[in-house]
């Protein structure tokens, strides 16, 4: 009995690979649910725990989500190109091919654990842009934001840092520290990515404040007019957040991925500092810690163990099951989550 119960336990937090439909052909919880408490139950009162079949969300995937962000890659990559040489399609041309791919992956379950578990690119900018073009709209979809809006944060990230195609390759991949010149050029893609989408047939405010703006920080620390507060719109406040975790937890030329509870940290700390939007970041942060409740991590002195349990204060620091104990990496700040795992 103990040994049958651990096993359903263990199942919670996991997607459903398949429907689980009773003796009697009822469908009890369909495919691609995230099991919870209240599906454990059932499974145990039907005593199906030999009828389920589950995997990670990334099991779930069937191969769409990952083509369809390898093809919104490739696709960024052209526009990059174009752009470079003042070329940029029209918007309705951009929307059409982006549109179906938004679908395919902004309405998916755990969007953000499987963007982040598909194979690296070394095309840091492009995979960032549309990362952060997904994430902004999964932001909206969080917050409960209309379908039109969501379609609208989609675009205003994917086209975000579009001014960096006038920038030089070389010095964006950069791995040594920036001299200030460089930083200063760099930072300059902000006004490129204004003069590009002004430029472009069919655009919108949003798309050009979005390129202008996602630097700014409500507290007036940003870059490059220094506004604040309201004066930022609010779907480059959106952006912003979008953009800062992502740049978190991608690796970049010179810098080493960070798993996501350190970037969920990083949120809060940016949070406390007035740069982001607590109305933003507080329902996105709850969306992400219920995410990774269940996931399986790395520690540094290389153990692998469940996290049971994510503190809102410290979520990089969580109870992990290791085997049949629990470590509260609280009490031991030796150890740190070095890599988060997909689910067993
Ligand atoms: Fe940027």
């Not at 369909?30 to 499974?43: D, Q, T, V, Y």
């Not at 979809?141 to 379908?147: A, F, K, Q, Y």
């Not at 949003?206 to 506004?227: C, F, M, T, V, W």
């Amino acid at each position: 009995m103990g040994n049958y119960i651990s096993y359903l336990e263990r199942l919670k937090g996991r997607s459903l690979l398949e429907d689980v439909i009773s003796s009697d052909g009822v469908l009890l919880i369909a495919k691609g649910c995230i099991l919870s408490e209240s599906h454990i139950k059932l499974l145990r009162k039907f005593n199906l725990q030999d009828k389920i079949r589950t995997g990670s969300a990334i099991d779930l995937l069937d191969g769409d989500f990952e083509r369809s962000m390898e093809a919104s890659i490739t696709y960024m990559n052209e526009i990059f190109h174009l752009a470079a040489l003042g070329k940029l399609p029209s918007l309705n041309e951009f929307r059409e091919t982006f549109a179906p791919l938004m679908k395919k992956i902004v309405y998916r379950l755990n969007v953000t654990q499987n963007m982040y578990s598909l194979k690296k690119h070394d095309t840091y900018t492009y995979a960032h842009s549309v990362n952060v073009g997904f994430l902004s709209g999964f932001i909206g979809r969080v917050l409960n934001l209309s379908p039109e809006n969501v379609s609208l944060l989609c675009e205003v990230g994917l086209l975000h840092d579009i001014g960096k195609s006038k920038i030089d390759k070389n010095l964006l991949n950069k791995c040594d520290s920036l001299e200030i010149e460089e930083l200063e050029e760099i930072r300059l893609h902000t006004y490129y990515g204004y003069n590009l989408l002004t430029e472009m047939v069919g655009n919108n405010t949003q798309i050009i404040n979005g390129a202008l703006l996602h630097h700014e920080r409500l507290d007036g620390s940003g870059y490059p007019l220094k506004i604040q507060h309201d004066n930022i719109p609010w779907y480059v406040q959106i952006l912003m957040v979008a953009d800062i975790y992502d740049a978190m937890v991608t690796r970049r030329a010179y810098k080493e991925k960070r798993t996501p509870f350190y970037a969920l940290n990083e949120l809060r700390v940016e949070m406390f500092n007035k740069k982001i939007n607590p109305k933003i970041v507080i329902p996105f942060y709850a969306y992400l810690l219920r995410q990774y409740i269940h996931s399986y991590v790395v520690l540094s002195d290389m153990s692998y163990g469940e996290v049971v349990f994510i503190f809102n204060d410290q979520p990089e620091r969580p109870l992990v099951r290791i085997e049949k104990q629990i470590i509260d990496l609280r009490k031991h700040p030796e150890l740190s989550i070095i890599e988060v795992k997909p689910f067993l």
